[in-house]
């Protein structure tokens, strides 16, 4: 079911996972409950291992829950089969890691059109918002450059074009500053400020850094499995 009028981004509801280890189950998840608006910013906080990356995989769709519902602007991603969350996630989900993940045989260039490409996006208007979307990162003279000629802070440019390009209602960002110095982690605020506020797109930011959960509009913070607090303001 597609809903056309809430404002409700992301629906999450009762969600639990847990994970077989040595012979018994371990709990990372229990019934977790939220909701995020459209447009909205909101951090994710927790320790490490608090299950931040579980939730940003069960939002996505690249893992499944034992029990509970994920909503992305009314549809469904626990109730689609496999192939149609990979189609889903191909066309409306955009991720940022902490450690880039670009594909290092492929150039700047070939990175972010592989995404337009699986999206079937006519080459034409490929070209063309590859080009702008490196032109607003300051990296448009280096689509033919692999990303291991890159700085950390260029391949993290790199990343939030590639995360982009594709134009997501939604973009999960998996502790994307931790490998940044101070610097050029604001940089990667200004763009996320300058490219997707614009476009009313929402992004959910996992992290355990108080400093960069305040950057955001909202804080979930999850201990323990649960989130414990919604907290406007942290000091």
């Not at 769709?61 to 029990?67: A, F, K, N, T, V």
């Not at 469904?76 to 066309?91: A, Q």
Request: aromatic share 4%; hydrophobic share 40%; proline share 3%.
């Amino acid at each position: 079911m597609i809903s056309t009028t809430s404002s409700v981004s992301i629906r999450i509801r009762n969600l639990s996972k847990s994970y077989l280890e040595g012979g018994k189950q371990h709990p990372v998840l229990r019934e977790v409950n939220a909701e995020i608006l459209r447009g909205e910013s909101v951090a994710l906080l927790g320790r490490s291992g608090s299950g931040k990356s579980t939730l940003l995989n069960l939002i996505s769709g690249i893992d499944m829950p034992d029990s509970g519902e994920v909503e992305i602007d009314g549809w469904s991603v626990t109730t689609m089969t496999e192939r149609d969350r990979t189609l889903f996630r191909r066309r409306h989900i955009g991720f940022i890691y902490q450690f880039f993940n670009l594909i290092p045989t492929l150039t700047v260039g070939e990175n972010l059109r592989l995404v337009l490409e699986l999206n079937k996006v006519e080459a034409e208007d490929t070209a063309a918002r590859c080009s702008a979307l490196l032109e607003a990162v300051g990296l448009n003279d280096r689509q033919s450059s692999y990303p291991d000629t890159l700085s950390g802070g260029e391949q993290q440019r790199v990343a939030i074009a590639r995360a982009l390009v594709h134009r997501p209602a939604v973009v999960l960002a998996d502790e994307p500053t931790g490998n940044l110095d101070e610097a050029t982690a604001n940089d990667f605020w200004q763009l996320l400020d300058t490219l997707v506020r614009p476009t009313g797109g929402t992004v959910l930011l996992a992290t355990h850094s108080v400093a960069a959960a305040r950057r955001c509009d909202r804080v979930l913070e999850l201990a323990n499995g649960k989130l414990i607090a919604y907290t406007d303001n942290l000091e």
